[in-house]
């Protein structure tokens, strides 16, 4: 019998097991926004910290440590509508070390250079140490100096070919001299300058559109763009710092890798610093520290590797970081000052935004007066008041933040903050009830005309992306507006050409008129839009977490809107999610249910199985959910939309916004129809491809999704991985790993006359 001791060293072992599991999903989620979304809630700072800690707890309790733990896999930015690419060789992330505030403050860097020491039995191996770049990992290949893709890390073994947007980067070379190797793969960043960045946010401002977070965020939404045209106009760049495959004349160190990269005039990470013995690379890293302010982008730490390569070969690597290199990460500056004040923004989705004002302090080599203080929860996790004296730093060297109050220097009037109190519970610009939805953390406006939001969402309803209403910008929407003769972007398709052409754009004393030229080409593109395929609308209507890429993912499994307003399809992966999640809590292997009635435990989750089967089978039936069992009796199942965007879509349509837009869409005769549903969910009964399932790879002599529309009107289906359940490979020039697996499972492989043939067999 298990005596007090026992038990509570037993509960407490527990209580660190789920802290443990907590932390790893946190993580997940945090790296699921950072990565693929490019929406990070947290500081980067926050986040070290947060890794840190598991890192400490794996290390004490290693036979946790599983495969699918954050500390064992690279960060993955794979996104939908992107081409994949699968890196001739793995493109790993890089560990971290940190600066401490007490002691010794470069500890974990005099740990990591006596590890290279120890490893390679040397008393002064040879680095290099050059800063730390805030951007986003990208890879350019070049075979005979041809620039054949770039592509992202993705997850470390594939990537998003992104080369059409990197194509409108100038500072990336297409061709390289005459001399260039048979093959060269380069690493790098791409990032934004600090003061292209500034610009850009006071443009987007200006238009009445939400502005970045900070430059790596619209860096990584900017490559993301499926518009090149869009991209061509944002401040990217780029800078070389690694290499991947190569064959050429032989390179044996880091100088000599720079040398080539100056002779092809690839761009290369600046200043790079060598370093040999401890005393040069703790130099080395302080001047690093020194002289990035003056770099002009961001960056939050020195990296140092071994300037050797067949060193770096000897160390190897671990399943997500080269052991030969790590960046030091830099405390950020701080400096204390008053908080005077907080303001309330409302944004262009009602978001109301809480803004600390505060006594101008100089930080980072700027003046810091306004930071955000993101919502209600984060004011009362850090306890902040008005009247505090708060501890200010800048994440990334750009954006200001408050770390936390300085409780001792509070000011005995100074009362907890309540958002719902400062407002009196309504919208600020008009009035409107405010609410905070369930298990959101955000207040926002309920009133879809509020005039805050009217402009912002006007503008943001006309964009390229969205339903590309031409003339119909942010100075435009904005008087309108403000004339009264719109209070929702809806409005637009009840206005005249003679009204729109009478618009005033300046002031009454100094009137400009928009003209009726400019409001004939909007009326035109009005109607367009009135055409424009569902995700278009999706874009448009500025649904939090439903960007370009999701709204065409939505629009896949939906005929039209008003089957989404329905939100069958939405509930039904809510709830095929949760049974999953209760099926696998099931299980008599979990630890949970150590000391449960095994068999008790099989019939419940056979009984559970049979029902999400049925509910399952006429999904599944048209491709559009899989749900399969593993070895260890656990379900799989991927929401293929996004359990965040499932919930927001079935949020929206039942708000009263929601209804009003399909109430005011109804009475305009507008039922957008999405434009790849038949084509690729909708299964074709005959055809001569019937039951047949291909993948197509290589370089074919039509765009691939022109051969996947005729596999599918002819009843087959095409898909992106080669499995045991492929019938065909179509395989044009390339193709290697696809057409490798396909030869080692005995996959037929085809080519395009092939495939030809099939489809109009005589």
Request: negative net charge; aromatic residues 6%; contains cysteine.
């Amino acid at each position: 019998m298990m005596n007090l001791f026992e038990f509570a060293a037993a509960q407490q072992e527990q209580d660190t097991r789920a802290h443990y599991d907590e932390l790893c999903a946190t993580i997940r989620r945090n790296n699921e926004l950072y990565y693929a979304q490019a929406q990070p809630e947290i500081s980067d700072a926050e986040y070290d910290r947060l890794y840190r800690e598991l890192e400490e707890l794996e290390a004490a309790h290693p036979e946790w440590v599983t495969p699918d733990s954050p500390t064992q896999r690279v960060g993955n930015d794979l996104s939908e509508g992107f081409r994949k690419v699968t890196h001739p060789a793995p493109m790993l992330s890089i560990d971290d070390i940190f600066e401490h505030k007490e002691g010794e403050t470069d500890a974990e860097l005099v740990e990591f250079y006596q590890r290279l020491q120890r490893s390679l039995e040397q008393d002064a191996p040879a680095v290099v140490v050059e800063p730390k770049i805030d951007g986003c990992a990208v890879t350019l290949l070049y075979r005979k100096g041809r620039l054949v893709y770039a592509a992202t890390r993705g997850d470390g073994r594939t990537g998003d070919d992104i080369t059409a947007n990197v194509r409108t980067i100038r500072s990336v070379p297409f061709t390289l001299p005459v001399d260039a190797p048979e093959l060269l793969e380069v690493r790098g960043e791409i990032y934004m300058p600090s003061a292209d960045f500034d610009k850009l946010n006071e443009q987007r401002d200006a238009d009445g559109l939400p502005t970045f977070a900070n430059p790596r965020n619209a860096t990584a939404g900017t490559i993301k763009l499926l518009d090149a045209a869009e991209v061509a106009t944002r401040p990217l760049r780029f800078l070389a710092h690694g290499i991947g495959v190569y064959e050429g004349a032989p390179l044996h160190n880091a100088d000599d890798y720079e040398s080539l990269l100056k002779r092809m005039g690839i761009p290369c990470n600046q200043p790079i610093l060598r370093a040999a013995g401890l005393a040069d690379v703790r130099h080395a890293v302080q001047e690093i520290d020194s002289l990035r302010r003056s770099l002009g982008y961001g960056t939050d730490g020195a990296v140092i590797k071994l300037a050797d390569f067949s060193l770096r070969e000897s160390l190897g690597n671990t399943a997500r970081a080269p052991r030969w290199a790590a960046a030091f990460k830099y405390l950020p500056e701080q400096k204390e000052t008053i908080l005077k004040g907080i303001t309330i923004q409302v944004g262009r989705t009602g978001v109301l935004t809480p803004v600390a004002e505060l006594e101008p302090v100089r930080l980072s080599g700027t003046t810091v007066s306004r930071a955000t203080l993101h919502n209600q929860d984060e004011i009362a996790r850090k306890d902040i008041r008005i009247g505090d004296t708060v501890l200010m730093e800048k994440s990334g060297e750009i954006i200001p933040a408050v770390v936390h109050v300085v409780t001792a220097k509070r000011p005995a009037e100074a009362v907890p903050y309540s958002l719902y109190d400062a407002v009196g519970g309504v919208c600020p610009c008009c009035g409107a009830p405010i609410m905070q939805e369930e298990g959101q953390v955000a207040w926002r406006c309920t009133n879809f005309t509020c005039s805050a939001q009217a402009a912002m969402r006007t503008t943001y309803f006309c964009k390229r992306e969205a339903l590309d209403i031409e003339n119909l910008g942010g100075t435009v929407a904005e008087a309108l507006v403000n004339r009264g003769m719109i209070t929702s972007p809806l409005d637009l398709f009840r206005l005249t050409v003679e009204e729109l052409g009478a618009l005033n754009l300046g002031t009454n004393d100094e009137p400009r008129r928009f003209g009726e030229k400019n409001a004939a080409k909007a009326i035109a593109a009005l109607e367009a839009a009135r055409k424009l395929p569902l995700e278009r609308w999706l874009t448009a209507f500025g649904i939090p977490t439903i960007g370009t890429v999701t709204a065409r993912t939505v629009a896949k499994y939906h005929r039209d809107l008003q089957e989404l307003a329905v939100g069958d399809f939405l509930t039904f992966l809510l709830e095929l999610e949760q049974g999953v999640e209760r099926f696998n809590s099931l299980n008599p292997k979990a630890r949970s249910n150590k000391g449960a009635d095994k068999e008790q435990l099989l019939v419940q989750q056979g009984e559970l199985r049979g029902q999400l089967a049925e509910t399952v089978a006429p999904y599944a039936a048209r491709g559009y959910v899989k749900l399969e069992e593993d070895g260890s009796n656990k379900l799989k199942f991927t929401n293929p939309i996004g359990t965040v965007s499932c919930r927001n879509l079935r949020q929206y349509f039942q708000s009263a916004a929601g209804l009003m837009v399909q109430k005011t869409l109804a009475e305009l005769n507008i039922n957008p129809l999405s434009s790849g549903f038949e084509e690729n969910f909708l299964t074709v009964q005959a055809g001569p491809l019937s039951g047949k399932t291909f993948v197509l790879t290589g370089a074919l002599s039509r765009p691939r999704p022109e051969f996947e529309k005729m596999i599918a009107e002819a009843g087959g289906k095409a898909t992106g991985t080669v499995t045991k359940k492929t019938d065909y490979l179509v395989a044009g020039e390339g193709g290697g790993s696809k057409r490798d697996k396909a030869v080692k499972l005995g996959i037929p492989i085809i080519g395009e006359a092939d495939l030809l043939s099939m489809l109009s067999p005589s």
